[in-house]
């Protein structure tokens, strides 16, 4: 199965917003809630910033948000700061023992 | 603290064998999935499978299915992924990952905490 279309960067300025899109199929991202968002700074490991579509788990800034509309979520950034320039990947179950992962968004703050 | 912390770097031989483990600790281990992601250098991330300590329950990623084996050991709270031939192609950085929430499924609520990462150099 195909991994999860992101776009490849992303950017927004200081302060402004970002949102960075995940698409797949009804299979996956259009069939379950279980959409979660991973940031992962250079040389780290990723960090769950977002689960269950639009969760923040305790510790991640309300500045994250998640949503998500027919086969494609999104993932935005409000109030951009500079440690926020990262790469982020979306995971979705895609049934029969199957998670997929997005091929990551290089988010760039100006 | 919730920590799972992962064996160090490994350099094989095409066609060696390996075993590369993941040591939970802070939480109940037996109750949480506990599981694997791959990333190629300078790739995304995959998931590998995952395994349910308390009854080894294990689940495999179509990709990955016949290609590894995971395993647990409730006694040392430690969680396994092993090749038995790798190839040049297994060169990675390999994840341990905790499903965040008990029990239940292993995909509802993502993965969290992550272990630091083992990278695996597969060169003859």
């Known amino acids: 199965q195909s991994a999860l279309t992101q776009p490849p960067s992303a950017s927004g300025s200081p302060g402004q917003s970002a949102t960075i899109s995940c698409t797949g199929t009804?299979?996956?991202?259009?069939?379950?809630?279980?959409v979660s968002w991973y940031q992962q700074h250079p040389g780290k490991a990723p960090k769950l910033m977002i689960y269950?579509?639009?969760k923040r788990p305790s510790g991640v800034p309300d500045r994250f948000s998640g949503s998500k509309s027919g086969n494609t979520a999104s993932l935005t950034v409000s109030g951009l700061q500079a440690e926020d320039e990262a790469e982020y990947y979306c995971?979705?179950?895609?049934?029969?023992?199957?998670?997929?992962f997005g091929g990551g968004t290089k988010l760039t703050v100006l | 603290e919730i920590q799972l912390v992962q064996s160090g770097a490994e350099v094989k031989k095409p066609g060696e064998s390996l075993k590369i483990s993941c040591q939970g600790s802070?939480?109940?281990?037996?109750?949480?999935?506990i599981g694997w992601v791959r990333q190629m250098p300078g790739k995304g991330l995959e998931w590998m499978g995952i395994?349910?300590?308390?009854?080894?329950?294990?689940r495999y990623s179509p990709s990955f299915q016949g290609q590894v084996t995971i395993l647990v050991d409730k006694s040392t709270t430690t969680a396994y992924l092993q090749w038995s031939s790798l190839k040049a192609s297994d060169t990675a950085i390999y994840y341990c990952?905790?499903?965040?929430?008990?029990?239940?499924?292993?995909?509802?609520?993502?993965?969290?905490?992550w272990g630091q990462g083992t990278l695996v150099t597969v060169s003859s």
């Open positions: 990952v905790r499903h965040r929430g008990p029990r239940g499924t292993y995909y509802s609520e993502g993965f969290d905490p």
């Open positions: 802070g939480y109940s281990f037996t109750t949480y999935w």
């Open positions: 395994v349910y300590p308390g009854d080894s329950d294990t």
């Open positions: 009804s299979s996956d991202v259009g069939g379950y809630d279980y």
């Open positions: 269950e579509v639009s």
């Open positions: 995971s979705s179950y895609a049934g029969s023992n199957n998670l997929l």
